[in-house]
């Protein structure tokens, strides 16, 4: 990690800072050209905006694939003041961007907060192959 990757990534905790004193959940992030451009940046708003998918690492990650050729994105770096959740590593994957620069650990995260309750839906499948298939084969040719 460089010092220029060190002053982006105090940017993120800045916007997680901003996060926190508008009422919403405490992360921030932004996406940065190779050299060190700040191309966007974003808040948690999953309190303000009733949206529990708002992280700024989905909401930055969707707005490179909009805005960012494939070739554009693998260029880019995310910085992040916290490691990217499940759903977000998902969308950061999907939208193709190069490389992820974060603060907090999700380790450390938990350290900072009390356990999580609930232990999540319960998954059942695979099922109905022969027909689920149906729509997806040759889709991907
Ligand atoms: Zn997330």
Redesign the pocket.
Known sequence: MTRDDEHLLRRAIELAAAARAAGDPP?GSLLAGPDGTVLAEDRNTVLSDADI?A????KLARWAARELDPAAAATTTMYTSCQ??????G?IERSGLGRVVFALSTEQLASLKPEASGTGARQEGPALFDEARVPVEGYYR
């Open positions: 992360f998918t992280h700024p690492e989905l990217p959740c499940p759903m977000c590593t969308a």
